[in-house]
């Protein structure tokens, strides 16, 4: 643990330049420090998700968060820019790679990064971080329980089939999903590892019993103390292999 | 579950949100993720006026049970109501919401 951190928001370059808001959380010392992509979850760019990036910081992890829904709605609230970006069929993919690759962008250009970045994503963001491994060069990625890695999205959404891009997997990939959930099912994740085998992928996948949909969300009924403290571990431990200098 | 299904509905009305009353236009509803309430998925409805901004939303989030128990006491108003609330013929059902 780092004795400190400063977070603050800032604003980034996002897909095709656009400006879009970011939160920033960095610990304190001199580095050099590794850099996290946090994506948020289909609600939105809140407070628990800044938490997460506080926590990365205070493992010495530089992490940003992208405010995926600032387009849809500058200036709102987060919760009116999430039922804003809901209601116009969602994050678009290409839209979605060009801000994860924004972010990861300003995390090189720190002077303090040792040039390697990682990617996690809860809830849709973990379908959001497996695809943004499969397009960008990032050095590791982590998928807490993305619905429709696997399968079709249904009509109405910004997004498309992803599985198939798993053969441009550039990076190791961290799976963690409760058994008891549906979105994914345990069958679309034994489906994704079957893959992942076939094509030879560096992957590492836990599965929770007693664990369901966002089982890691401090603030929610779905909070699984014993899965998400057990997961935080495997999160650490992952990263702290594939994205030391 | 991320089920990423909404359904949509134009509506006519009036709603109060954070700056006061506005005009509806439409409603989104879903049963997904909440931003609020601490269940882990509740029946979700927006009510907009999508022509004054992505603020101009009254939003509720209920449990699957409250959604349920709120259709059967609208449709138990509109029945007291007789004629005067007969369906006009002129809305629109819901549907889900098109691809943009």
């Known amino acids: ?245 | 579950m991320c089920s990423y299904l909404t359904s949509a509905t134009a509506l006519e009305g009036s709603g109060k949100g954070a700056s006061g009353w506005f005009s509806l236009t439409s409603a989104m509803a879903y049963f997904d993720h909440p931003y609020h309430s601490s269940a882990e998925h509740t029946l979700n409805i927006d009510f907009l006026n999508e022509n004054e901004g992505p603020s101009a939303r009254v939003a509720v989030e209920l449990t699957a049970d409250s959604a349920r128990a709120l259709l059967r006491c609208i449709e138990e108003a509109l029945a007291a109501a007789g004629t005067a609330a007969a369906p006009s013929g002129s809305y629109e059902d819901c549907h889900p919401r098109p691809r943009s």
């Open chain 1, 1 to 245: 643990m780092y004795s400190g951190l400063t977070a603050e928001e800032t604003v980034i370059a996002g897909h095709g330049g656009d400006e879009i808001n970011a939160y920033v959380a960095r610990p304190h010392g001199s580095g050099p420090f590794p850099g996290v992509v946090v994506i948020h979850h289909m609600p939105g760019w809140d407070e628990a998700t800044t938490e997460i990036a506080n926590r990365f910081a205070a493992h010495g992890y530089s992490a940003i968060l992208p405010n995926l829904h600032f387009r849809d709605a500058p200036g709102a609230s987060p919760d009116d820019a999430a039922a804003a970006s809901r209601a116009a069929g969602g994050v678009p993919d290409d839209r979605l790679v060009g801000d994860v690759a924004g972010a990861a962008a300003y995390l090189r250009s720190l002077s303090d990064s040792n040039g390697k970045i990682g990617v996690i994503g809860y809830c849709s963001g973990g379908r959001q971080a497996f695809l943004s491994a499969c397009s960008l060069e990032l050095d590791a990625a982590v998928d807490c329980y993305g619905a429709f890695v696997v399968g079709t999205p249904p009509e109405g959404m910004n997004m498309r089939p992803i599985l198939h891009l798993a053969e441009n997997l550039h990076c190791p990939l961290l799976g963690l999903f409760g058994l008891d959930d549906q979105h994914p099912s345990p069958e679309e994740v034994d489906e994704l590892e079957n893959e992942l085998k076939r094509l030879a992928k560096p992957y590492e996948f836990h599965r929770y019993e007693g664990a369901g949909h966002a089982f890691f969300n401090t603030t929610r009924d779905s909070f699984r103390p014993a899965a998400a403290a057990d997961g935080w571990q495997r999160i650490f431990a992952f990263f702290g292999r594939h994205l030391a200098a």
